[in-house]
């Protein structure tokens, strides 16, 4: 008794893993097999040649192996942590290369996040207003002149 598989079992198994192990009937059509061995896929899958195949591919004897992902590990970051940066040793002439640089890429500052204020609910009438528009407008123009 050989222990090679045949051409058609080859066949079958790269047929049935390239498509993902989605169908053994279609994998057994494609690779030639006749209607009565389609029905009843295991007559290929379920013999001892197959499943030592599948095995050594690393698909585990039923062929399922690696269809569970594989699980995700924690990493270490290989840096220490920096909470906060020291700018305070950075110069003007630093600053104003930056901003080319950044500039030169498109980069468009986010303005600083307002601090929430208690306003009486009288004074949400006027958040459209062309005067509370402009304070904003004026915060995030000092902002960007600070930087």
Known sequence: MSTRLSYRQNQAIEIWISSGRKSKADALRKAGYSEAVIHVPGKVFDSPRVQDELELRGHGRNGLGNRLAPRAEMAEASAPRVDTLDLSKVTEDQIRRLREQLAEIGYVPVP?????????LSSLNNLGNADSSKVFVDEYSESLSSM
């Not at 601090?115 to 009486?120: D, I, K, L, M, Y």
């Open 112 to 120: 600083p996040k307002s601090t929430e204020v208690s306003a009486p």
